[in-house]
T-cell receptor, first 113, second 118 residues
């Protein structure tokens, strides 16, 4: 199984400041057919299912604000919220879809400082 | 737009079978470009993928090793839905269960809180 390790577990950021979440996979998730990493990011608010924000490491899902961006290569990936808004308070997860079992990171809770 | 609507009982007795159904609107369970997953979430286990079904000229299933001896995922093309059966449940199977479309998981059902208790 590919183990996904997120850091930090929680993060408090001032409104308008940058939030950075890290995710490390235990092995490569590079999909050879398109040379892209099979890495996605989700946002989950209480009582709701996770919402897909980013896939293929850096492609934003339709309707996701451009303050959310993803980057990374190899086994190290990052989700950045460039200017934190109040509505961004949530838990964020990374996930690999390179192979089964699909696996998720443990989550990062983002709060307002 | 694509929507997934889950149905099924929220309380299951230990040793019995958990059964959930996911009705699809706006897409086809027989689509050859996606997959249909069951995922659960609990405080102790986080987000846990259980398995999936998909159609590529014939039906395929993949299951998590942790539940492989107890799980069945079936697709019903006539009703455009797919289902989860988990046998011999224990309190450790208590969780919120989601049906989800995709590989990057773009469409989620509303979630069903399943409690395993006598």
């Amino acid at each position: 199984d590919i183990v996904m390790t997120q850091s930090p577990d929680s993060l408090a950021v001032s409104l308008g400041e940058r939030a950075t979440i890290n995710c490390k996979s235990s092995q490569s998730v590079l999909y050879s057919s398109n040379n892209k990493n099979s890495l996605a990011w989700y946002q989950q608010k209480p009582g709701q299912p996770p919402k897909l924000l980013i896939y293929w490491t850096s492609t934003r899902e339709s309707g996701v604000p451009d303050r959310f961006s993803g980057s990374g290569s190899g086994t190290d990936f990052t989700l950045t919220i460039s200017s934190l808004q109040a509505e961004d308070v949530a838990v964020y997860y990374c996930q690999q879809y390179y192979s089964t079992p699909l696996t998720f990171g443990g989550g990062t809770k983002v709060e307002i400082k | 737009q694509v929507q997934l609507q889950q149905s099924g009982p929220g309380l299951v007795k230990p040793s019995q079978t958990l059964s959930l159904t996911c009705a699809i609107s706006g897409d086809s369970v027989s689509s050859d470009s996606t997959a249909w997953n069951w995922i659960r979430q609990s405080p102790s286990r986080g987000l846990e993928w259980l398995g999936r079904t998909y159609y590529r000229s014939k039906w395929y299933n993949d299951y998590a090793v942790s539940v492989k001896s107890r799980i069945t995922i079936n697709a019903d093309a006539s009703k455009n839905q797919f289902s989860l059966q988990l046998n011999s449940v224990t309190p450790e199977d208590t969780a919120v269960y989601f049906c989800v479309r995709g590989y990057a998981l773009g469409i989620w059902g509303q979630g069903t809180m399943i409690t395993v208790s006598s």
